[in-house]
């Protein structure tokens, strides 16, 4: 497309932009073959360079968790398929980090040459990198619909906690009907959304609601069991 700042971003609540691609795993038709999973698609600037060596690592040593999850994993830079390939060679056969070694980074790793994928989901943003893609996290569902966006720049590591809570979250958030309040991890209380009539936000806060504190109509947090919570979330 030849004007990209006219590109919309793909945002919260939008189906994922769909895309035919070469992968270190083969083609990908994205998101098609991934229905019924959910899905981390993510950036990074470049092979060959140390905080993405670094993240590669920790996304290859934490990929059973997050297919706990159900969560599957889809990275994606502007580099060739020989790069990409030379590249987590180089990382099995020679680097050590923080206790991680001879690591097989086995989900697919996209080529993206033209730059067509990465601008088509705003990985490409020219204040920080015109050539590079920014630390994109898409977290998809399994309709393939976009349920949560971050974006770091070239410098900073992502927080991989923070990668899981927000598929837990998601997850949790669906199953229950709630919503998680901050730094909310499985196990703590949820928020139970404002009652559409009058009447039920009258027995919340009349502590007739089975298991619903209120401290006022519009805050209301109930329990729900870690136990619960991760039977329900976890894959078996
Ligand atoms: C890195 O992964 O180390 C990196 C990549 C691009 C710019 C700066 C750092």
Redesign the pocket.
């Known amino acids: 497309m030849e004007n990209d700042q006219a590109r919309p971003m793909p945002r919260i609540g939008d189906k994922a932009p769909a895309f035919k691609a070469a992968t270190t795993q083969g083609e990908i038709d994205f998101p098609k073959q991934y229905e019924g999973s959910w899905v981390i698609f993510f950036s990074?600037?470049?092979d060959f360079?140390?905080?993405?060596?670094?993240?590669f690592m920790t996304f290859a040593t934490l990929e059973p968790k997050f297919a706990e999850l159900g969560c599957k994993l889809v990275g994606l830079s502007v580099d060739g398929l020989y790069s990409h390939i030379a590249w987590l060679r180089t990382i099995k056969e020679k680097i050590e980090y923080k206790g991680m070694k001879d690591v097989e980074v086995k989900f697919p790793l996209i080529e993206d040459i033209t730059m067509e994928v990465a601008k088509s989901y705003g990985m490409i943003q020219p204040g920080e990198?015109a050539t590079?893609a920014v630390r994109a996290v898409f977290v998809i569902d399994p309709k393939g619909m976009i349920r949560a966006i971050i974006y770091y720049p070239?410098?900073m590591?992502r927080n991989f906690d923070e990668l899981l809570r927000v598929v837990q979250a998601l997850k949790t958030a669906d199953a229950f009907s709630i919503a998680t309040p901050a730094d909310w991890r499985p196990g703590d209380e949820v928020i139970v959304p404002t009652a559409g009539s009058c009447g039920v936000a009258k027995s919340r806060m009349d502590g007739k609601e089975e298991g619903v504190t209120c401290k006022d109509w519009f805050f209301c947090t109930k329990k729900i069991d870690k136990e619960k919570v991760l039977s329900t979330i976890v894959k078996k």
């Open positions: 990074h600037p470049a360079t140390p905080v993405c060596t670094s993240e990198a590079k070239l410098s590591g």
